[in-house]
T-cell receptor, first 115, second 111 residues
Framework: AQSVTQLGSHVSVSEGALVLLRCNYS??????LFWYVQYPNQGLQLLLK??????LVKGINGFEAEFKKSETSFHLTKPSAHMSDAAEYFC?????????????FGTGTRLQVTL | DTAVSQTPKYLVTQMGNDKSIKCEQN?????MYWYKQDSKKFLKIMFS???????INETVPNRFSPKSPDKAHLNLHINSLELGDSAVYFC??????????FGEGSRLTVL
């Protein structure tokens, strides 16, 4: 079975500081990995995804994540936080079951950005 | 055009009532889902349909009944609502690349 662990339910950074949101996964098959962002009262929006190929994945809004198989990690980073980055971030792992993909989410990390 | 649209966005109702949430996607995807997000923001899959056929049915009370009249629509009907059903319900669709496209959610409050 697939599972995702996000370390830290709340992360606070200063504007301009490095953002690091941690995600570790467990998967019995090569995983597809995702980061989604949820702004208040909105749905989830894809930030980036890893399927195959290059292990450093770049996404929208300056975010990137690196797939590290040896560490079973897929941490999300951004060099310089902006106030608009404040949101809930979800890491997810996907696998195929029958004809459907099943996306399993972590518990989320709330990112707070302070002046 | 909204890719995945859900209605209504907000639902407030009394315990014991029956309610429905509708979802439509215009992405041409074959697979649609219902996810439940609780008050702690935890997202859990409920159901998945592929081309009108039920594929995934997690441990969900049978008061919840999904219906897919065609592959662009997936509705969720809930009977005999309970306080614990209060949550945000998200519809999503995929072309089976693994990436899901989500609607904006339907916030259900049961009083």
């Amino acid at each position: 079975a697939q599972s995702v662990t996000q370390l830290g339910s709340h992360v606070s950074v200063s504007e301009g500081a490095l953002v690091l949101l941690r995600c570790n996964y467990s998967s019995s098959v090569p995983p597809y990995l995702f980061w989604y962002v949820q702004y208040p009262n909105q749905g989830l929006q894809l930030l980036l995804k890893y399927t195959t190929g290059a292990t450093l994945v770049k996404g929208i809004n300056g975010f990137e994540a690196e797939f590290k198989k040896s560490e079973t990690s897929f941490h999300l980073t951004k060099p310089s936080a902006h106030m608009s980055d404040a949101a809930e971030y979800f890491c997810a792992v996907s696998y195929l079951t029958g004809t459907a993909s099943k996306l399993t989410f972590g518990t989320g990390t709330r990112l707070q950005v302070t002046l | 055009d909204t890719a995945v649209s859900q209605t209504p966005k907000y639902l407030v109702t009394q315990m014991g009532n029956d309610k429905s949430i509708k979802c439509e996607q215009n992405l041409g995807h074959d697979t649609m889902y219902w996810y439940k997000q609780d008050s702690k923001k935890f997202l859990k899959i409920m159901f998945s349909y592929n081309n009108k056929e039920l594929i995934i049915n997690e441990t969900v009370p049978n008061r919840f009944s999904p219906k897919s009249p065609d592959k662009a629509h997936l509705n969720l009907h809930i009977n005999s609502l309970e306080l614990g059903d209060s949550a945000v319900y998200f519809c999503a669709s995929t072309s089976n690349t693994g990436e899901l496209f989500f609607g904006e959610g339907s916030r259900l409050t049961v009083l």
